[in-house]
């Protein structure tokens, strides 16, 4: 056969494309349906996981006691959760979602009875540069809200003293403002949000 002719040059390379794609496509379904079942639950229990923090709730590591924790202690209503952890107060998990740096920050805020004290934050997801704004998953950062009332600013990394103040993330000052944001937006509509006011 000849290197050079018209089967060498344009029909073996589509032939050869058309086989590897074939086998990429299976092998990737295959895979997709083979952990299709354990993806969904994993995503189910992040989300809860993301609720019993935002409500303040103390976690450990075990997946079915944290799914029986959710269970027994939280209750979905629609646009937000109410959560109540044994004999503990009533508290709000309402999510929220708003611009990054690089693409859609979501979070679940938490709230006391009175809706304007927060109980915690948790990410659920967040698409910020590694190292830098995706910082904004360290414990450091969202548990520096429990306790406290918006609207907040935003000051220089370790400096935050007053009640409105949280720190910023060194070298993450748009993703710092942005969280700032939705932070602030998740205090101001709290209360329309849970009460209908």
Request: hydrophobic residues 40%; charged residues 20%.
């Amino acid at each position: 056969m000849k290197q050079s002719g018209f089967y060498a040059k344009r029909i073996y390379p589509l032939v050869f494309m058309f086989l590897v794609t074939t086998v990429c496509i299976l092998i990737t379904s295959g895979i997709f349906l083979a952990t299709e079942d354990r993806v969904r639950e994993n995503e189910l229990l992040f989300l809860r996981t993301a609720v019993l923090s935002a409500a303040g709730a103390s976690l450990g590591t075990d997946t079915s006691q944290i799914a029986s924790l959710y269970l027994s202690s939280v209750t979905e209503n629609e646009g937000f959760y109410i959560v109540r952890v044994g004999s503990g107060p009533e508290r709000y998990v309402i999510p929220f979602k708003g611009a990054g740096l690089w693409g859609e920050i979501s979070l679940m805020v938490g709230f006391e009875a009175d809706l304007t004290t927060l109980s915690g934050v948790a990410i659920v997801s967040q698409n910020e540069t590694p190292g830098l704004g995706a910082r904004i998953e360290e414990p450091w950062f969202t548990a520096q809200f429990a306790g406290k009332k918006g609207p907040f600013r935003i000051v220089e990394e370790g400096t935050a003293d007053a009640s409105d103040e949280v720190d910023a993330i060194t070298g993450a000052t748009r993703t710092s403002e942005s969280f700032q944001n939705i932070m602030n937006r998740a205090a101001s509509e709290s209360r329309s949000i849970i009460r209908g006011l």
